[in-house]
C-alpha cells in the first residue's frame, strides 16, 4: 500500500491520524520533534518514527527523503506541526513572532515544495494540513496569523498543483482538541481520511470542524 507521513506526530490530531491511516493499511511514518513525542505515539501501527523539527529545513526534507526511500513518494503527507500559545498584540518578540511562523506555515511550505512536485508528476497525492482560527482572535495573536497564512498557503499549492492530480487542503479545528469532548482527536481524524479518499471532481479544500461529528 502507499505511505502516509504526519509531520507533528504527538499527542491529539497527529496521533490520531496516524492512527487512522495505518488502520487503512497504509505505511504510516511519523516525523517528530522528539523522541519522547514519538515515543507516546508509538502504539498507533507506524512502521517508521523519524525525529526532525518542522523549522530546520535540512532536516524536515532529510525525514520526508528517508521515508521515501523507505517506502516510495507517499501518497499523503499530514502538516500538523503548529505552535499553539496565547499573546495578544505586542507581547511577543520579533523573534518569537518570526519563530511561530516559522513552526505554523513556512515547515507547511518547505514539505510541500519537497514533495508536491513529485505528486504532481506522478499525478496523485494528498496534501493536508491542520488549520485552525476560523476568525482570529486578539488573545492569539501569532496563532491567528499562521492560520491565516496556512489557508492562503493551502490556495496557492491547489492553484499549482490541483491541476496535476494533487489534492492540497486543511481541516479547520474550531476548538480545543480533547479526548471525550466534541473535538476529539479521533472523530477529527475521519476528515482527514474523508479528504484523502474524496473523488477527484469531489474535492473540498478546507474542512470546518466545529464539534461533534460535523
Not at 526511500?69 to 495578544?88: I, M, Q, S, T
Not at 499562521?146 to 479545528?173: C, P
Request: cysteine-free; overall charge negative.
Amino acid at each position: 500500500m502507499p505511505g502516509a507521513v504526519v509531520i507533528g506526530a504527538g499527542p491529539g490530531i497527529g496521533r490520531a491520524v496516524a492512527s487512522r491511516f495505518a488502520k487503512q493499511g497504509l505505511q504510516t511514518a511519523l516525523i517528530a520533534r522528539s523522541e519522547a513525542t514519538l515515543r507516546s505515539a508509538a502504539d498507533v501501527g507506524a512502521e517508521l518514527a523519524l525525529t526532525a523539527d518542522s523549522t530546520d529545513e535540512q532536516a524536515l526534507r532529510s525525514a520526508l527523503d528517508a521515508v521515501t526511500e523507505r517506502f516510495g513518494l507517499p501518497d499523503v503527507v499530514v502538516y500538523n506541526a503548529a505552535l499553539v500559545r496565547a499573546d495578544a498584540l505586542g507581547e511577543l518578540s520579533v523573534r518569537a513572532q518570526m519563530d511561530a511562523w516559522a513552526v505554523n506555515v513556512v515547515g507547511a511550505a518547505v514539505a510541500a515544495a519537497h514533495v508536491l512536485p513529485a505528486m504532481a508528476e506522478r499525478g496523485s497525492g494528498s496534501f493536508l494540513v491542520t488549520g485552525g482560527m476560523p476568525e482570529p482572535k486578539p488573545e492569539y495573536v501569532s496563532l491567528s496569523l499562521g492560520k491565516a497564512g496556512v489557508r492562503t498557503l493551502i490556495t496557492l499549492l491547489d492553484q499549482q498543483f490541483g491541476a496535476s492530480g494533487v489534492h492540497v487542503a486543511s481541516v479547520t479545528v474550531d476548538g480545543p482538541v480533547a479526548p471525550g469532548t466534541a473535538f476529539d482527536p479521533d472523530v477529527i481524524a475521519e476528515h482527514y481520511w474523508r479528504l484523502h479518499t474524496q473523488p477527484a471532481g469531489q474535492w473540498e479544500r478546507e474542512v470546518l470542524f466545529t464539534g461533534g461529528n460535523s
